[in-house]
């Protein structure tokens, strides 16, 4: 019926769905959002777009499941990133297939770079990439880096996804027999807070979960600065102590042992590297069990200078890591944990990501039942000479 909206027609139906939103029959409605992405790709008018972008959100809203689904797959193609948030909520909409359309529409703009203002692709995109990459090094190198960006990816999500729903099913267990309990039953207050702090441990490992997410995306930024190498693993042990401590491991009859040369100085983003080390040292930590046969707990903390380049060797006498464990905790992918690790799976990635970006590296050795090594490498500070 609108094979072509004006913007005349798109402000006399924006009036009528605010004073009603079925002011304008649904199968009417239905056929909206197509013409209206065309309607925004060509309006020069700034007043003229925001009453399509008006219109657009209003039919994202619709009570008809069939007219939200059809805005969905109309901004499935649309290369507008104002409609990003719209899509977002629409992938929690109550509808099965409204959500599917939204989530296949965010995940093509995930995967389809946009333009620039030139109107010519962007390089820095992930398909941008792909395409230097295949025209300098060849198609099969482009398709095993694709490959290789999937693995990690799915890693990503399935790993997480399993996770997360690992703590949000038991969250909503409690929580049905807390409203059924309230509903037919006297209030136990000590059974209560029993299931509300258990309740509140699962949240919080959710929430430490996306924070890690968080952590592993972000880019390090660009500029260092100098610090001293002693005083930002000393202040890791502290801080990894804590963490661990809070995760209810007993820290106390771990003696750490520090050798690090006061001198050496490393160029870096400060609280970058300061969690990097907090990760490494933080596991050290984890690594003892309560029923361990380790008479002696320790934890080394070492650094020298080799080469122009800060080595850092934090080793524990804990229970190690098996050859497959080991293997797989190696490929530093995130979100990938061993069966003995209570964590996000993201602590490792994240430091060596970081490390990396800083021109560093990050190794680990490990033999089950005799503790685990794990060397970083770091530039000194630009200029500095061997201490």
């Known amino acids: 019926m609108h094979a072509e909206l004006t913007p005349a027609n798109v402000q006399q139906l924006v009036s009528r769905l605010r004073e ?4 304008v029959a649904w199968t009417e409605r239905r056929h909206l959002p197509r013409p209206l992405v ?3 790709q060509t309006s020069g008018s700034a007043t003229d777009a925001a009453a399509a972008i008006e219109l657009m959100n209003r039919l994202a809203a619709d009570p008809k499941w069939e007219v939200r689904k059809a805005v969905t797959d109309a901004l499935r193609h649309a290369p507008d990133d104002r409609f990003t948030k719209t899509l977002v909520q629409l992938s929690d ?3 099965t297939f409204v959500r599917r359309a939204a989530d296949g529409a965010l995940e093509r703009r995930r995967s389809t770079p946009g333009p620039t203002n030139g109107g010519r692709r962007a390089s820095t995109t992930f398909a941008g990439k792909l395409a230097q990459l295949e025209q300098k090094h060849g198609a099969e190198a482009a398709r095993l880096a694709r490959q290789i960006g999937e693995t990690y990816y799915d890693q990503l999500v399935g790993a997480t996804a399993h ?3 690992g703590i949000l099913t038991p969250l909503a267990s409690r929580l049905d027999r807390i409203i059924d309990q309230l509903a037919h039953t006297p209030i136990q207050p000590g059974r209560l807070r029993r299931s509300l702090q258990h309740m509140r441990e699962r949240v919080d ?4 979960m996306v924070d890690d997410m968080r952590s592993y995306a972000l880019p390090v930024p660009p500029t260092r600065r100098p610090e001293r190498l002693g005083d930002l693993l000393s202040e890791a042990e502290r801080l990894a102590r804590e963490a661990a401590e809070g995760r209810g491991y007993q820290t106390t009859d771990i003696a750490v042992d520090q050798a690090v040369d006061g001198g050496i100085t490393v160029e870096v983003v400060r609280d970058r590297v300061l969690m990097a080390f907090v990760n490494v040292i933080r596991n050290a930590f984890e690594a003892f069990s309560q029923d361990s046969a380790v008479d002696a707990r320790s934890i080394g903390i070492a650094a020298r200078v080799d080469e122009g380049v800060a080595q850092i060797v934090i080793r524990d006498n804990g229970a190690g890591m098996s050859k497959e464990d080991l293997a797989q905790i190696l490929e530093f992918l995130p979100g990938a944990k061993t069966k003995k690790n209570e964590g996000t799976g993201f602590g490792l990635p994240i430091a060596r990501r970081s490390l990396v970006a800083h021109g560093g590296s990050l190794t ?4 089950e039942g005799r503790g685990t090594t794990v060397t970083i490498a770091l530039p000194l500070e630009h200029g500095a000479g061997e201490a």
Request: cysteine-free; charged content about 40%.
């Open 20 to 23: 009603n939103p079925e002011a």
């Open 163 to 165: 996770d997360a729903r």
């Open 38 to 40: 065309l309607a925004l």
């Open 364 to 367: 680990i050795e490990s033999e």
């Open 93 to 95: 909409d109550e509808n």
């Open 205 to 208: 490992l959710l929430a430490r």
